[in-house]
């Protein structure tokens, strides 16, 4: 089945500051990356995935991007702001219509 | 508003004592999925169920049950609760063709089992 890394398990940069997580997984036949957020006492939010017809996709602050030969995906968010302080989870596909999450990343921007 | 509710929000309870944990979702998703979060482990499926009345294992499933009588609700019982069994809990749908859109999660249940 899939297995799905993710590093690095905490995070803290300055505001302002870009910020980058990194997902491995192991089922090369894998084809759509969503990332989740979750704030603190909430559930996980959907904020970008990408699918494996392309190599990057950005939404504003956020980016993702894909690399299948080395089965690896990133999160990038540019200019960090206290409120992008989360934990967040890469996940990837198996059977079905499952995902598999990675063990999250608690990013702490600092004022 | 498009959302997945999960009651109730906190709950302690004994060893041993029966609860249920409930799950509804108002956006007619065929897909249905609990989850439990504990530090360091991520995210780990317990069950989901495909439609009403198809439900299958995750991949913590042991201590656990789940039924899909209708569509919009995805109850998860513990028959005989344990310690162990003290986690962050989440219910998620989706739709069930291409993942469209992703999972849309409920607010989490936190379970203390004493």
């Known amino acids: 089945g899939e297995n799905v890394e993710q590093h690095p398990s905490t995070l803290s940069v300055q505001e302002g500051d870009s910020a980058v997580i990194k997902c491995t997984y192991s089922?090369?036949?894998?084809?759509?990356f969503p990332w989740y957020k979750q704030e603190l006492g909430k559930g996980p939010q959907l904020i970008i995935d990408?699918?494996?017809?392309?190599g990057e996709k950005k939404d504003q602050r956020i980016a993702v991007t894909l690399n299948k030969t080395a089965k690896h995906f990133s999160l990038h968010i540019t200019e960090t702001q206290p409120e992008d302080s989360a934990v967040y989870f890469c996940?990837?596909?198996?059977?079905?219509?499952?995902?598999?999450f990675g063990g999250g990343t608690r990013l702490m921007v600092k004022p | 508003e498009a959302q997945v509710t999960q009651n109730p929000r906190y709950l302690i309870t004994v060893t041993g004592k029966k609860l249920t944990v409930t799950c509804s979702q108002n956006m007619n998703h065929e897909y249905m999925s609990w989850y439990r979060q504990d530090p360091g482990l991520g995210l780990r499926q317990i069950y989901y169920s495909m439609n009403v009345e198809v439900t299958d294992k995750g991949d913590v499933p042991e201590g656990y049950k789940v039924s899909r009588k209708e569509k919009r609700n995805f109850p998860l019982i513990l028959e005989s609760p344990s310690p162990n069994q003290t986690s962050l809990y989440f219910c998620a749908s989706s739709l069930l063709t291409g993942m469209a859109g992703g999972y849309t999660f409920g607010s989490g249940t936190r379970l203390t089992v004493v």
């Open positions: 990408i699918r494996s017809n392309v």
């Open positions: 089922d090369s036949a894998s084809n759509y």
């Open positions: 996940a990837a596909p198996r059977a079905g219509n499952m995902l598999t």
